[in-house]
Nanobody, 113 residues
Framework: QVRIVESGGGFVQPGGSLRLSCAGNNIEFRYFGMGWARQVPGNERELIAQLTSSGSTTYSDSVKGRFTISRDNGKNLVYLEMNNLKPEDTATYYC???????WGQGTQVTVSS
């Protein structure tokens, strides 16, 4: 059974930084297109960062230049480095092998002064 677990969320002031981590059981991230998505209650889930198995990255306009997705193949981890956080980045963040339909349970990020 595939299991994906996110960690690293929390409370941060505007302008601050956080790094989210994503760990997987029974799935090797290196072989999948991985992504980070976020969702605010009442809104659809938004895919904000993608990392292909070959290492190419894509970002939504809302996070481009501020967020970076990366992968550690040896540790089977995927990261989302988030800088210059804004209140509108407040959401639950999900990691997943999005084309395969595997998602974690999410981690909450709150950006507020």
């Amino acid at each position: 059974q595939v299991r994906i677990v996110e960690s690293g969320g929390g409370f941060v002031q505007p302008g601050g930084s956080l790094r989210l981590s994503c760990a997987g059981n029974n799935i090797e991230f290196r072989y999948f297109g991985m992504g980070w998505a976020r969702q605010v209650p009442g809104n659809e889930r938004e895919l904000i960062a993608q990392l292909t198995s070959s290492g190419s990255t894509t970002y939504s306009d809302s996070v481009k230049g501020r967020f970076t997705i990366s992968r550690d193949n040896g540790k089977n981890l995927v990261y989302l480095e988030m800088n210059n956080l804004k209140p509108e980045d407040t959401a639950t963040y999900y990691c997943g092998a999005f084309r395969a339909g595997y998602w974690g349970q999410g981690t909450q990020v709150t950006v507020s002064s």
